[in-house]
T-cell receptor, first 111, second 110 residues
Framework: DTEVTQTPKHLVMGMTNKKSLKCEQHMGHRAMYWYKQKAKKPPELMFVYSYEKLSINESVPSRFSPECPNSSLLNLHLHALQPEDSALYLC??????????FGSGTQLSVL | GENVEQHPSTLSVQEGDSAVIKCTYSDSASNYFPWYKQELGKGPQLIIDIRSNVGEKKDQRIAVTLNKTAKHFSLHITETQPEDSAVYFCAAPGTYKYIFGTGTRLKVLA
Protein backbone atom coordinates (compact mmCIF):
# COMPACT_ATOMS: atom_id res chain seq x y z
CA ASP A 1 0.00 0.00 0.00
CA THR A 2 1.72 3.16 -1.20
CA GLU A 3 -1.20 5.48 -0.65
CA VAL A 4 -1.80 8.47 1.53
CA THR A 5 -5.52 8.83 2.07
CA GLN A 6 -7.09 12.18 2.86
CA THR A 7 -10.65 12.94 3.88
CA PRO A 8 -12.77 14.77 3.07
CA LYS A 9 -11.93 15.55 -0.57
CA HIS A 10 -13.91 18.77 -0.46
CA LEU A 11 -14.95 20.96 2.47
CA VAL A 12 -16.93 24.18 2.64
CA MET A 13 -17.02 25.94 5.98
CA GLY A 14 -18.03 29.23 7.48
CA MET A 15 -15.66 31.43 9.42
CA THR A 16 -17.18 30.37 12.74
CA ASN A 17 -17.12 26.63 12.07
CA LYS A 18 -14.79 24.00 13.49
CA LYS A 19 -13.77 21.18 11.19
CA SER A 20 -11.00 18.62 10.89
CA LEU A 21 -9.00 17.22 8.00
CA LYS A 22 -7.79 13.65 8.25
CA CYS A 23 -4.83 11.83 6.74
CA GLU A 24 -3.80 8.19 6.94
CA GLN A 25 -0.83 6.20 5.66
CA HIS A 26 0.11 2.55 6.15
CA MET A 27 3.59 2.60 4.65
CA GLY A 28 5.28 2.72 8.06
CA HIS A 29 6.61 6.19 7.33
CA ARG A 30 7.80 8.07 10.40
CA ALA A 31 7.45 11.59 9.07
CA MET A 32 4.13 13.20 8.14
CA TYR A 33 3.50 16.64 6.74
CA TRP A 34 0.78 19.19 6.11
CA TYR A 35 1.15 21.44 3.10
CA LYS A 36 -1.05 24.25 1.82
CA GLN A 37 -1.32 24.85 -1.91
CA LYS A 38 -2.90 27.85 -3.56
CA ALA A 39 -3.97 27.67 -7.19
CA LYS A 40 -1.06 27.72 -9.66
CA LYS A 41 1.49 27.75 -6.82
CA PRO A 42 3.81 25.12 -5.36
CA PRO A 43 2.95 23.44 -2.06
CA GLU A 44 3.92 25.42 1.05
CA LEU A 45 5.01 23.53 4.15
CA MET A 46 2.89 24.08 7.26
CA PHE A 47 3.81 21.36 9.78
CA VAL A 48 6.10 18.36 10.10
CA TYR A 49 5.66 15.47 12.50
CA SER A 50 8.57 13.15 13.10
CA TYR A 51 7.99 10.01 15.14
CA GLU A 52 4.60 11.42 16.19
CA LYS A 53 6.11 14.61 17.59
CA LEU A 54 5.72 18.05 16.06
CA SER A 55 9.15 18.98 14.76
CA ILE A 56 8.42 21.92 12.47
CA ASN A 57 5.75 24.63 12.59
CA GLU A 58 6.24 27.10 9.77
CA SER A 59 4.77 30.00 11.79
CA VAL A 60 1.27 28.84 10.97
CA PRO A 61 -1.58 30.80 12.63
CA SER A 62 -3.09 29.12 15.66
CA ARG A 63 -6.44 28.71 13.89
CA PHE A 64 -4.73 25.66 12.34
CA SER A 65 -4.00 22.98 14.93
CA PRO A 66 -2.25 19.74 13.92
CA GLU A 67 -2.51 16.47 15.77
CA CYS A 68 -0.78 13.12 15.31
CA PRO A 69 -2.73 10.46 17.26
CA ASN A 70 -0.42 7.65 16.11
CA SER A 71 2.19 6.85 13.51
CA SER A 72 -0.40 6.29 10.77
CA LEU A 73 -2.75 9.20 11.36
CA LEU A 74 -2.47 12.95 11.03
CA ASN A 75 -5.22 15.46 11.63
CA LEU A 76 -5.53 19.17 11.01
CA HIS A 77 -8.10 20.94 13.15
CA LEU A 78 -9.55 24.13 11.73
CA HIS A 79 -11.25 26.89 13.69
CA ALA A 80 -12.23 30.46 12.87
CA LEU A 81 -10.65 30.37 9.44
CA GLN A 82 -10.54 33.30 7.06
CA PRO A 83 -11.54 33.34 3.37
CA GLU A 84 -7.85 33.64 2.44
CA ASP A 85 -7.31 30.21 4.02
CA SER A 86 -9.21 28.67 1.11
CA ALA A 87 -6.76 26.33 -0.61
CA LEU A 88 -5.86 22.72 -1.29
CA TYR A 89 -4.50 21.10 1.87
CA LEU A 90 -2.12 18.27 1.20
CA CYS A 91 -0.88 15.61 3.54
CA UNK A 92 2.37 13.80 2.80
CA UNK A 93 4.55 11.16 4.39
CA UNK A 94 8.13 10.03 4.00
CA UNK A 95 10.48 7.49 5.51
CA UNK A 96 13.83 9.23 5.41
CA UNK A 97 12.70 12.75 4.62
CA UNK A 98 13.42 12.42 0.93
CA UNK A 99 10.70 10.79 -1.17
CA UNK A 100 7.46 12.51 -0.29
CA UNK A 101 4.22 10.61 -0.86
CA PHE A 102 1.30 13.02 -1.16
CA GLY A 103 -2.39 12.41 -0.72
CA SER A 104 -4.93 13.84 -3.14
CA GLY A 105 -5.69 16.70 -0.80
CA THR A 106 -8.73 18.40 0.68
CA GLN A 107 -10.05 21.34 -1.33
CA LEU A 108 -11.15 23.80 1.34
CA SER A 109 -13.43 26.77 0.76
CA VAL A 110 -14.00 29.24 3.60
CA LEU A 111 -17.05 31.43 3.18
CA GLY B 1 19.05 32.28 0.70
CA GLU B 2 17.62 28.99 -0.49
CA ASN B 3 16.01 29.28 -3.87
CA VAL B 4 14.88 27.08 -6.74
CA GLU B 5 14.09 28.65 -10.09
CA GLN B 6 12.04 26.67 -12.61
CA HIS B 7 11.54 27.39 -16.30
CA PRO B 8 9.45 27.59 -18.35
CA SER B 9 6.23 28.31 -16.48
CA THR B 10 4.16 26.93 -19.35
CA LEU B 11 5.13 24.59 -22.15
CA SER B 12 3.03 23.34 -25.08
CA VAL B 13 4.31 20.54 -27.27
CA GLN B 14 2.85 18.40 -30.01
CA GLU B 15 2.16 14.80 -29.13
CA GLY B 16 5.25 12.74 -29.81
CA ASP B 17 7.66 15.64 -29.35
CA SER B 18 10.05 16.03 -26.41
CA ALA B 19 9.66 18.37 -23.45
CA VAL B 20 12.41 19.77 -21.26
CA ILE B 21 11.96 21.59 -17.95
CA LYS B 22 14.91 23.13 -16.15
CA CYS B 23 15.52 24.04 -12.52
CA THR B 24 18.36 25.98 -10.94
CA TYR B 25 19.14 25.75 -7.24
CA SER B 26 21.26 27.90 -4.98
CA ASP B 27 22.46 25.62 -2.17
CA SER B 28 25.60 23.82 -3.32
CA ALA B 29 25.18 21.32 -0.48
CA SER B 30 21.95 19.97 -2.00
CA ASN B 31 22.31 16.30 -2.86
CA TYR B 32 18.85 14.99 -3.79
CA PHE B 33 16.58 16.31 -6.53
CA PRO B 34 13.06 14.97 -7.08
CA TRP B 35 10.49 15.78 -9.73
CA TYR B 36 6.77 15.72 -9.01
CA LYS B 37 3.84 15.56 -11.41
CA GLN B 38 0.53 17.03 -10.33
CA GLU B 39 -2.58 16.23 -12.32
CA LEU B 40 -5.79 18.17 -11.92
CA GLY B 41 -7.54 17.35 -8.67
CA LYS B 42 -4.67 15.27 -7.33
CA GLY B 43 -1.67 15.69 -5.10
CA PRO B 44 1.88 15.81 -6.48
CA GLN B 45 3.32 12.39 -7.33
CA LEU B 46 7.03 11.62 -7.41
CA ILE B 47 7.96 10.57 -10.93
CA ILE B 48 11.75 10.50 -10.85
CA ASP B 49 14.60 11.61 -8.62
CA ILE B 50 18.38 11.86 -8.79
CA ARG B 51 21.20 12.02 -6.28
CA SER B 52 24.21 14.25 -6.61
CA ASN B 53 26.62 11.38 -7.27
CA VAL B 54 24.85 10.61 -10.56
CA GLY B 55 24.71 12.74 -13.70
CA GLU B 56 21.68 11.18 -15.35
CA LYS B 57 18.86 8.80 -14.56
CA LYS B 58 16.27 7.32 -16.91
CA ASP B 59 12.94 5.64 -16.42
CA GLN B 60 11.29 4.73 -19.72
CA ARG B 61 10.29 8.04 -21.39
CA ILE B 62 11.43 10.19 -18.47
CA ALA B 63 14.97 11.23 -17.65
CA VAL B 64 16.61 13.66 -15.28
CA THR B 65 20.04 15.20 -15.75
CA LEU B 66 22.10 16.99 -13.13
CA ASN B 67 24.90 19.50 -13.57
CA LYS B 68 26.33 20.11 -10.10
CA THR B 69 28.87 22.63 -11.29
CA ALA B 70 26.22 24.83 -12.83
CA LYS B 71 23.71 23.92 -10.09
CA HIS B 72 20.90 22.96 -12.39
CA PHE B 73 18.90 19.84 -13.14
CA SER B 74 16.43 19.11 -15.91
CA LEU B 75 13.48 16.86 -16.60
CA HIS B 76 13.28 15.35 -20.08
CA ILE B 77 10.13 13.70 -21.37
CA THR B 78 10.38 12.00 -24.76
CA GLU B 79 7.57 10.87 -27.05
CA THR B 80 5.08 12.95 -25.11
CA GLN B 81 1.53 11.71 -24.78
CA PRO B 82 -1.70 13.52 -23.80
CA GLU B 83 -1.56 11.91 -20.35
CA ASP B 84 1.72 13.74 -19.72
CA SER B 85 -0.28 16.98 -19.53
CA ALA B 86 0.04 18.18 -15.93
CA VAL B 87 1.94 20.58 -13.72
CA TYR B 88 5.50 19.52 -12.95
CA PHE B 89 7.43 20.68 -9.88
CA CYS B 90 11.11 20.28 -9.21
CA ALA B 91 12.42 20.40 -5.65
CA ALA B 92 15.71 20.66 -3.83
CA PRO B 93 16.45 20.16 -0.15
CA GLY B 94 16.78 23.31 1.91
CA THR B 95 18.07 23.58 5.46
CA TYR B 96 15.19 21.59 6.91
CA LYS B 97 12.55 21.36 4.21
CA TYR B 98 12.12 20.97 0.49
CA ILE B 99 12.20 24.07 -1.65
CA PHE B 100 9.82 23.60 -4.57
CA GLY B 101 10.16 25.25 -7.92
CA THR B 102 7.30 27.44 -9.13
CA GLY B 103 5.94 24.74 -11.44
CA THR B 104 5.63 24.16 -15.18
CA ARG B 105 2.26 23.59 -16.81
CA LEU B 106 2.85 21.13 -19.64
CA LYS B 107 0.23 20.78 -22.35
CA VAL B 108 0.58 18.00 -24.87
CA LEU B 109 -1.44 18.80 -27.96
CA ALA B 110 -2.97 15.87 -29.81
Amino acid sequence: DTEVTQTPKHLVMGMTNKKSLKCEQHMGHRAMYWYKQKAKKPPELMFVYSYEKLSINESVPSRFSPECPNSSLLNLHLHALQPEDSALYLCASSQEGEKLFFGSGTQLSVL
Amino acid sequence: GENVEQHPSTLSVQEGDSAVIKCTYSDSASNYFPWYKQELGKGPQLIIDIRSNVGEKKDQRIAVTLNKTAKHFSLHITETQPEDSAVYFCAAPGTYKYIFGTGTRLKVLA
